[in-house]
Each structure stands twice: as C-alpha cells, then as structure tokens.
C-alpha cells in the first residue's frame, strides 16, 4: 500500500542540529491512523532479549506495508536510561520497526528520541575521565589479605563478581583501594577474634 499525505504529522518532527527526525509517536500514529481509515487490523509484538547485564529488545510490527523488526538496547551506564531502561528500549525498538516500514521518515530511520539520546551519550561519555587502572602493588596486597583471610577460589570469583571484572588486573585504583580497606577490615576482626580466643583457652586452663 502507497502512503498517503493526506494526514500532517509534522508536529511530532523535532530539529535536531540542522536536520528533522520524527518523534516515535508520530509513527505510531500515523500507523494507526493508516489502519484506521482501511478498517484493518495490525500488530505490535515486543520481546526481552536475554543477554547478560544489558537490555535489549526486539519488536515486530505487522502493517498494510507488511513485517519488519526492530531492536533496540538501553545504555543505563550515561544515566540517561536509568529511570526507565525497560521502557525507552522497548519503545525504540517499535519505533526502528515502523521505520523500516516508512513511517515517519524525515530523515532517515533513527526516530527524534534515538539521535537525541546518541547526541547525550556521545557528551555524556567523552566526559568521563579514564579511570586509573590498578597499580601492581594494590594488586600484590590484595593477594596478599585475601591469602592471609585462606580465601578459596570461589571466593576469589566472588569477589571479583561482585566489582564486574573478570580478573583483578581489570580493576580500577579506585575499586582496588575499596577491596583492600574492606579485606584489612575482616583481617583485623579476624585478628581480633584469634586474640579472644586465646585469651579465653588461657582462662580455661588458669
């Protein structure tokens, strides 16, 4: 089926440097409006993509223009997808699946919300210094408590999980420093209680 102009979207057009992009409810309602006027039906079908510590999405959308899919992911490390990541993901992935179909073209097949939020990461990112990476003699005392703490390598994984490394050279200065803080906290306490444990078998014995 030919797109009509018939109906004025160009509310939803937003200016975005020198050039136009469609805001995806403006795809959305010309989709509608479309199927409306031909009294027919169509279909938008969204999936969760599984993938570890991301989100993405795939959207499937079924027109009188025919099927496309769309995917789309949130990018919550920029903060920008923090509040909703979910949703925002979801909502891209429709609005790159109507793209592909024609509608709400100005520009191309990125909606007005997509180049918007690429235009916020790009500043978002390129402000954010290089961490400072570990130095070997954080490493060196890192091994050092954790062997004097009889750590196991399933603890050694544990920990490691838990800073999102797959090995401790991949750490930061800055999470390296809070490892050992809180590895020389559990070795003092461990101390601690050696000592009251002797104390209290000398007691016994007294």
Not at 34 to 40: I, L, Y
Not at 78 to 104: C, H, Q, W
Not at 162 to 190: C, F, N, P, W, Y
Request: hydrophobic share 35%.
């Amino acid at each position: 089926m030919e797109k009509t102009d018939e109906e004025d979207y160009s509310q939803f057009d937003v200016q975005i440097g020198n050039k136009e992009y469609r805001m995806i409810a403006g795809r959305v309602q010309e989709c509608r409006d479309e199927h409306a006027k031909a009294d027919k039906p169509y279909e938008f079908h969204t999936d969760l993509i599984p993938l570890d510590g991301q989100i993405l999405f795939k959207a499937t959308v079924k027109t009188l223009r025919g099927e496309a899919t769309g995917h789309a992911g949130a990018y919550d490390k920029t903060m920008i997808d923090k509040t909703a990541p979910y949703e925002n993901a979801e909502t891209s992935a429709v609005g790159r699946a109507l793209g592909f179909l024609g509608y709400g073209l100005v520009t191309g097949i990125a909606s007005a919300e997509e180049v918007t939020e690429a235009k916020k990461r790009s500043t978002t990112t390129s402000n954010i210094p290089n961490p400072k990476p570990v130095s070997d003699k954080q490493l060196g005392f890192i091994h050092s408590l954790a062997a004097d703490l009889g750590f196991t390598e399933e603890d050694k994984d544990e920990l490691k999980r838990e800073h999102g490394v797959a090995s401790t050279k991949d750490l930061t200065s800055a999470q390296a420093h809070k490892i050992i803080d809180d590895l020389k906290a559990r070795v003092e306490k461990l101390v601690v209680a050696e000592k009251v444990a002797e104390q209290f078998e000398g007691s016994e014995v007294m």
